[in-house]
T-cell receptor, first 120, second 116 residues
């Protein structure tokens, strides 16, 4: 009953360092997403993927990169960490998108437990 | 532009009292609407969703929400709050047009505190 799993849960980075946030899901979902959550700001979409080998930018992609080599995994990479990237990161997945879809549980987006990242 | 507004940043209610959390959205098409709850240090858990049909939607943990198209609202309600309901609640609208498939636009959240 794992769902969406993110690692690490907590990380402190120095400015200019790089790291990868790992995300894996075991629900055979086609769609995966990375969001960041800043205090008092709700969640904003960084990148998303509609299937293996296909990724696209969300609302706030600058400073991040993603890849999707398998259905299960969707890692998020920070190349040159900056203090502005201090945030809580959530990975999420869904079976289908909303576009043109018959509303069903397949459209629901399921979230991981989050990764707290501090850049100092 | 699409947006979700949660007017109340922080609400405090007494245990056993009723609760209503407000959510207004701005979206040109038929909205897909969601309420998520986030306990401290945890991820987001889906409480309920509205896609179509009956405008009163039942969710988990005794929550319900009513979609009112004329008011562009999707308010969350619970008749009797429990101390374990203390958390942050997020309303979200799902974008269903091309190029943003599955994207959710979130409100800024309402933090709920429960007094004993």
């Amino acid at each position: 009953n794992a769902g969406v799993t993110q690692t690490p849960k907590f990380r402190i980075l120095k400015i200019g360092q790089s790291m990868t946030l790992q995300c894996t899901q075991d629900m055979n979902h086609n769609y995966m997403y990375w969001y960041r959550q800043d205090p008092g700001m709700g969640l904003k979409l960084i990148y998303y993927s509609v299937g293996a080998g296909i990724t696209d930018k969300g609302e706030v992609p600058n400073g991040y990169n993603v890849s999707r080599s398998t259905t299960e995994d969707f890692p998020l990479r920070l190349e040159l960490a900056a203090p502005s990237q201090t945030s809580v990161y959530f990975c999420a997945s869904s079976k289908a998108s909303f576009q043109g879809a018959i509303p069903s549980s397949g459209n629901t987006i399921y979230f991981g437990e989050g990764s707290w990242l501090t850049v100092v | 532009a699409q947006s979700v507004t949660q007017p109340d940043i922080h609400i405090t209610v007494s245990e056993g009292a009723s609760l209503e959390l407000r959510c207004n959205y701005s979206y040109g098409a038929t909205p897909y609407l969601f309420w998520y709850v986030q306990s401290p240090g945890q991820g987001l858990q889906l409480l309920l969703k509205y896609f179509s049909g009956d405008t009163l939607v039942q969710g988990i943990k005794g929550f319900e929400a009513e979609f009112k198209r004329s008011q562009s609202s999707f308010n969350l309600r619970k008749p009797s709050v429990h101390w374990s309901d203390a958390a942050e609640y997020f309303c979200a609208v799902g974008l269903n047009y091309g190029g943003s498939q599955g994207n959710l636009i979130f409100g800024k959240g309402t933090k709920l505190s429960v007094k004993p």
